[in-house]
């Protein structure tokens, strides 16, 4: 008599392991290729959540910030121009602040309200690369989803909490325009206001020391009368004005700007005693609240032109080699698999330095350089955005005409 053993049935719990396996990998999935991305997937998502829903706040801040800077130096610096610098001088650097003025606010607010462009929905006719995997619907070549606009964006270079929009192919001229023209206006400020800023610390006690010094050493020249209103500054330099001042120093105003040395610039005397007044009442005045204005301008205008300046020199890194910010990550991953493989990676978008800034800018020559890039002017990109060659036309100068810009 034989007795057959029944083997066990471990269909069913294999088949539901693979289940639960299957599962588990499904809702952890991600297309992230290192655990350092996985780490900083959170702090993504909160960019992402500040970017959405206080970018209208950002902008305001932006305007208000602007706003006070031209108060502010309309108020204690111009002043300052026309008293320290000749006529021509003076006339020119205001100009010149005016003009970048004109240019900030002008690319400001076409960064902020252009769209930066959308792809059709309908791209039947029109050369796709992919399917968007957040929007399922075709993607041009270097379009790109925006987690933040909850879109796609064409040619898209990044989401810019700063002016609340994406930085694509129709405002990428206006971004790259308004990063320049604001880089040269805080250091325009900063260089101009320098002289008055490092008054702000260093005027109060040469004042104190120039004080001293004429009644000590020039009291057989000041007559009692005079002798006096030194004395009178002396005890109440707090509630001090410009006419106080002018009474008390008249007519030995020479000899104390002398000992209380001031920018020149060619100026004479009795200038350089006005330069002088108006010092006093910024830099030295108790009661005047120009100074710490003028302080956190300074500060202001110089912290702005150093993380201005890095993500300015980023964007003329990325225009020169004919890239955008999310292509230069996947172009450098290329790189690296290109370089392993023993071949060379080419940016299939990178026309040359000149070349791609003239297709950023949209200029071909110096008359249209002057047109489209020194003057404020309302133009669109050339092209669709869906469409990219991947090679610049032998007479560059035609395509572009022929895209009517002028």
Same mark, same amino acid.
């Given at each position: 008599?034989? &007795?057959?053993?029944?083997?066990?049935?471990?269909?069913?719990?294999?088949?539901?392991?693979?289940?639960?396996?299957?599962?588990?990998?499904?809702?952890?999935? $991600?297309?992230?290729?290192?655990?350092?991305?996985?780490?900083? #997937?959170?702090? *993504?998502?909160?960019?992402?959540?500040?970017?959405?829903?206080?970018?209208?706040?950002?902008?305001?801040?932006?305007? +208000?910030?602007?706003?006070?800077?031209?108060?502010?130096?309309?108020?204690?610096?111009?002043?300052?121009?026309?008293? @320290?610098?000749?006529?021509?001088?003076?006339?020119?650097? &205001?100009?010149?602040?005016?003009?970048?003025?004109?240019?900030?606010?002008?690319?400001?607010?076409?960064?902020?309200?252009?769209?930066?462009?959308?792809?059709?929905?309908?791209?039947?006719?029109?050369?796709?690369?992919?399917?968007?995997?957040?929007?399922?619907?075709?993607?041009?070549?270097?379009?790109?989803?925006?987690?933040?606009?909850?879109?796609?964006?064409?040619?898209?270079?990044?989401?810019?909490?700063?002016?609340?929009?994406?930085?694509?192919?129709?405002?990428?001229?206006?971004?790259?325009?308004?990063? &320049?023209?604001?880089?040269?206006?805080? +250091?325009?400020?900063?260089? =101009? =206001?320098?002289?008055?800023?490092?008054?702000?610390?260093?005027?109060?006690?040469?004042? !104190?020391? @120039?004080?001293?010094?004429?009644?000590?050493?020039?009291? #057989?020249? *000041?007559?009692?009368?005079?002798? #006096?209103?030194?004395?009178?500054? $002396?005890?109440? !330099?707090?509630?001090?004005?410009?006419?106080?001042?002018? /009474? @008390?120093?008249?007519?030995?105003?020479?000899?104390?700007?002398?000992?209380?040395?001031?920018?020149?610039?060619?100026?004479?005397?009795?200038?350089?005693? #006005?330069?002088? !007044?108006?010092?006093?009442?910024?830099?030295?005045? @108790?009661?005047?609240?120009?100074?710490?204005?003028? +302080?956190?301008?300074?500060?202001?205008?110089?912290?702005?032109?150093?993380?201005?300046?890095?993500?300015?020199?980023? !964007?003329?890194?990325?225009?020169?080699?004919?890239?955008?910010?999310?292509?230069?990550?996947?172009?450098?991953?290329?790189?690296?698999?290109?370089?392993?493989?023993?071949?060379?990676?080419?940016?299939?978008?990178?026309?040359?330095?000149? /070349?791609?800034?003239?297709?950023?800018?949209?200029?071909?020559?110096?008359?249209?350089?002057?047109?489209?890039?020194?003057?404020?002017?309302?133009?669109?990109?050339?092209? %669709?955005?869906?469409?990219? %060659?991947?090679?610049?036309?032998?007479?560059?100068?035609?395509?572009?005409?022929?895209?009517?810009?002028?």
């Amino acid at each position: 008599m034989r &007795i057959h053993f029944r083997r066990p049935d471990f269909s069913g719990i294999k088949l539901r392991w693979r289940y639960l396996k299957l599962c588990y990998l499904s809702l952890t999935y $991600n297309t992230y290729s290192s655990a350092t991305e996985v780490l900083f #997937e959170p702090i *993504i998502t909160l960019v992402d959540f500040v970017s959405r829903w206080f970018g209208f706040a950002f902008v305001t801040l932006v305007t +208000i910030l602007v706003a006070y800077v031209v108060v502010v130096y309309y108020s204690i610096a111009v002043p300052y121009l026309i008293l @320290a610098f000749s006529s021509i001088r003076a006339g020119i650097t &205001i100009f010149y602040g005016h003009y970048l003025l004109i240019m900030i606010s002008f690319h400001y607010f076409k960064a902020v309200r252009t769209n930066p462009g959308r792809p059709p929905k309908d791209a039947s006719e029109r050369a796709v690369t992919s399917v968007c995997k957040k929007c399922i619907l075709p993607k041009p070549p270097r379009a790109h989803h925006c987690s933040v606009c909850k879109n796609c964006v064409l040619k898209m270079d990044h989401h810019c909490p700063w002016i609340n929009n994406c930085v694509g192919h129709y405002n990428h001229r206006y971004f790259i325009s308004f990063c &320049i023209f604001m880089l040269l206006g805080t +250091i325009f400020v900063v260089t =101009t =206001t320098w002289p008055i800023f490092t008054e702000c610390f260093s005027f109060h006690n040469r004042m !104190q020391f @120039a004080m001293d010094y004429l009644k000590d050493f020039f009291i #057989e020249d *000041i007559s009692d009368d005079e002798n #006096e209103n030194l004395d009178y500054m $002396n005890e109440n !330099q707090s509630s001090l004005n410009k006419k106080d001042i002018s /009474n @008390a120093l008249h007519p030995k105003i020479e000899i104390f700007s002398h000992v209380v040395p001031v920018a020149r610039h060619g100026k004479s005397a009795e200038d350089t005693g #006005e330069i002088f !007044q108006y010092l006093y009442s910024v830099c030295y005045t @108790a009661n005047s609240g120009a100074k710490g204005n003028l +302080i956190f301008l300074w500060f202001l205008c110089a912290g702005v032109t150093v993380a201005l300046g890095a993500l300015t020199a980023i !964007q003329f890194r990325l225009v020169s080699l004919g890239e955008t910010s999310i292509e230069k990550l996947i172009n450098d991953k290329e790189f690296r698999k290109a370089k392993k493989l023993g071949l060379k990676f080419n940016n299939p978008y990178h026309l040359g330095f000149r /070349n791609n800034w003239k297709m950023i800018l949209m200029f071909h020559d110096l008359r249209s350089f002057f047109l489209n890039v020194i003057l404020p002017r309302n133009m669109s990109p050339i092209g %669709d955005g869906l469409v990219w %060659d991947k090679h610049i036309d032998k007479n560059y100068s035609d395509s572009l005409y022929a895209n009517g810009h002028k």
